[in-house]
């Protein structure tokens, strides 16, 4: 039976929050997207009158669709190229989703989303479906076809999880940009020593380049090993403008909710930083320069007021 109108109006009204939904559990936007559409072509094809509550059937239909990309992912992460990280959403950007609480605000973090990949399948749909989106472990249970005490007891498992990769407290927004600020003045300094009072002794850097971005394979780990990398990439050459395609603009923004470092070149998004700035320091730095994760980001900064760059690198 083909699908009314109304049909279609119900499916869209609930679309934004099937995308934040899938974009927490795959950490990828346009992975979120084809799931939705996937979502939206099984609504089409099924008798939609029979459907007694729409918003939990196509919850129950989008989180198993997602739940079998993951299998295929981390399939597919195997022969990545290099480190893998999420795709980065900037400020305003509809798909990052609900942030009226803490524990929705967490939920879509950078920081947490590469924690997340940690966490089996089921821990992560369990995770993000209560933590961000308050579902009733009831609920949960009838989406994954488990009891609710298993809900209760995956949720408690995930969370922890999350939790022993999150020791430290963070700070306000405007006094992590202000460090932020303070980093990005340290690394043109081309000094060492002011990029070492601002991070933590264990401080870490990752890129993901995607095989198409110089980016290394492992991590940068320890406060002295991450200043001398961010001295050397701040510091101007002819080769790094040639990778780049330009001067780049860097500005200070946030992304996923936290503090970032966005680098332009003409108009182009070339790399977002995202920083883990804590009470004791910057934590981490996790850069993602790979393009194919780069397309929404340049759509949102075109479209939306950004001022002038904190400076013009290389």
């Known amino acids: 039976m083909p699908l009314t109108v109304n049909d279609v109006d119900r499916f869209e009204a609930f679309r934004p929050r099937l995308e ?12 979120a997207e084809d799931a939705v559409q996937e979502a939206f072509l099984r609504w089409q094809s099924t008798d939609v ?3 007694e509550v729409p918003e939990a059937w196509l919850t129950r239909v989008l989180t198993n669709l997602c739940l079998n990309q993951l299998s295929s992912a981390r399939a597919r992460r195997e022969t990545y190229v290099g480190q893998w990280l999420p795709e980065p959403l900037l400020t305003g950007d509809p798909m990052l989703g609900p942030a009226d609480t803490a524990e ?3 939920s879509v ?7 997340m990949e940690r966490l089996s399948p089921n821990e992560r749909a369990v995770y993000v479906l209560r933590e961000a989106f308050d579902y009733p472990h009831r609920e949960i249970a009838a989406i994954l076809d488990i009891t609710e005490a298993a809900s ?6 995930a969370k922890k999880h999350i939790a022993d990769g999150r020791t430290r407290a963070a700070i306000d927004e405007a006094a992590a940009r202000r460090i932020v600020e303070e980093f990005l003045m340290a690394a043109t300094s081309g000094r060492t020593e002011p990029l070492l009072r601002l991070l933590t002794e264990d401080a870490i850097a990752i890129g993901d380049g995607g095989g198409k971005v110089p980016a290394r394979a492992k991590a940068f780990e320890g406060a002295l090993a991450v200043a001398t990398f961010m001295r050397g990439l701040f510091k101007p050459n002819k080769a790094k403008r040639a990778i780049v395609g330009g001067s780049p603009e860097v500005y200070v923004t946030t992304a996923n909710g936290g503090p970032a470092v966005v680098v332009v070149v003409d108009g182009r998004v070339f790399g977002v930083m995202c920083l883990e700035v804590t009470a004791g ?6 850069t993602q320069v790979n393009p194919d994760k780069l397309d929404r980001a340049t759509e949102l900064w075109a479209a939306v007021s950004h001022g002038e760059p904190l400076l013009v690198a290389f």
């Open 20 to 31: 934040a939904i899938a974009y927490r559990l795959l950490g990828s936007a346009s992975d």
């Open 49 to 51: 009158g029979r459907v």
């Open 104 to 106: 929705q605000r967490e």
């Open 109 to 115: 973090s950078y920081a947490v989303l590469t924690l």
């Open 152 to 157: 209760q007891q995956i949720f408690h498992r």
């Open 281 to 286: 320091g910057i934590a981490a730095f996790r």
